[in-house]
């Protein structure tokens, strides 16, 4: 038995096995980097003008909620990053506008010296759409975009994170490179920092380098393409509900970029509480919406080709046919294949 194979039984540590990763041109408007392939070594794809951007306006949205009557640390984590990066000598030039989406209750969350606009309040939640097992009041993706995008401008760019995502100082001035390179539509794989109780911003926690993660929780995207969004009822906090965005990304854009390998955003932790089959219907909602989503999308033929490329080469589990329809078990197959992965 080799030392390593030994050093691991003795500490019961799991060997890590390397899973295959889609990259390169999903589709002829969609690039993806390889999660172990330098951002240095994928430039060749961007304009060169993302090395001297033009001013880029910036509207940033998120959902932050009260936990107890107030934002728990994480989140504060997450606001703190935000006015940090915005302040940031590296932020590049435009206006970047910060946007509270609140839920009812929570309009009085974030005091005003934050500098934060606050959207008016959440109208719906699942609850209004749906009826589950355990009821939660979940915003729904779409009406927290609605409420956010409002304040944007023709021209302006979009970003959406959720609440317990923090940046990087330089963020917004990365962001605003990788626009000027071209892309109208951008996701950001965050990394995973220590664990949910280390969210301090010092110098030690800062200097971990973090573990890449592979789910969906950073996206930026040109007003133009957000206007163009084929609506669902998805709900934040549960399984599936990114599906539809990427699939809006995938269909709308003109040029995708999903970036893998970057430390742009982190997070604390790799908590995952919609892991369990108590939460199964919410999962299936919302993979029914994305079925729903992904079936208007493709009855643009124009759009049809583009969606066909990313679902074979990214996502893989859903499948277009030549009519751009969906099998029609399809959203209760990826459901049960994803708590399946979850279990």
């Known amino acids: 038995m080799g030392l390593r194979r030994q050093f ?10 390397i899973e295959l990763q889609p990259s390169g041109w999903l589709a002829e408007n969609v690039f993806c980097q390889s999660p172990s392939t330098p951002l240095s070594e994928i430039v060749h794809v961007f304009d060169p003008k993302y090395k001297d951007p033009d001013p880029i306006n910036l509207v940033h949205i998120v959902n932050f909620f009260s936990v107890d009557g107030a934002m728990n640390d994480v989140q504060r984590a997450t606001l703190d990053s935000m006015v940090t990066a915005k302040s940031d000598p590296l932020a590049g030039e435009g206006e970047t506008t910060l946007v509270q989406v609140p839920v009812h209750g929570d309009e009085d969350l974030i005091q005003a010296h934050y500098g934060l606009q606050v959207a008016t309040k959440l109208e719906r939640t699942v609850l209004d759409v749906g009826t589950f097992r355990i009821p939660r009041p979940l915003p729904l993706l779409f009406d927290v975009l609605e409420k956010g995008a ?18 990087q100082p330089y963020f917004y001035g990365a962001v605003r490179q990788l626009i000027a390179g071209g892309f109208d539509a951008i996701t950001i794989n965050r990394r995973t920092f ?69 430390s742009l955003t982190f997070h604390f932790g790799d908590d995952r509480p919609w892991k369990t089959q108590d939460f199964d219907d919410y999962a299936m909602h ?58």
């Not at 409002?150 to 940046?167: E, M, Q, R």
């Open 150 to 167: 409002s304040v944007a401008k023709p021209g302006d760019f979009v970003i959406y994170t959720n609440a317990d995502i923090c940046l």
């Open 194 to 262: 220590g664990d949910a109780h280390g969210f301090s911003h010092d110098p030690l926690s800062m200097g971990e380098v973090g573990m890449q993660h592979p789910g969906f929780d950073c996206f930026v995207f040109s007003k133009e393409v957000f206007d163009q969004f084929v609506r669902t009822d998805s709900c934040l906090g549960m399984s599936g509900v990114i599906q539809p965005m990427l699939f809006n990304l995938a269909a709308h854009s003109k040029r995708m970029l999903m970036l893998k390998n970057v």
């Open 8 to 17: 691991r039984k003795l500490f019961g540590i799991k060997r890590q096995t």
């Open 286 to 343: 919302n993979f029914t919406e994305a079925a729903d989503s992904l079936t208007k999308l493709a009855e643009d033929v124009s759009k049809r080709g583009h969606l066909r490329e990313f679902c074979d080469n990214h996502i893989g589990i859903w499948k277009l046919d030549d009519d751009g329809l969906l099998a029609p078990d399809a959203a209760q197959e990826v459901a049960q294949a994803h708590l399946a992965n979850n279990a």
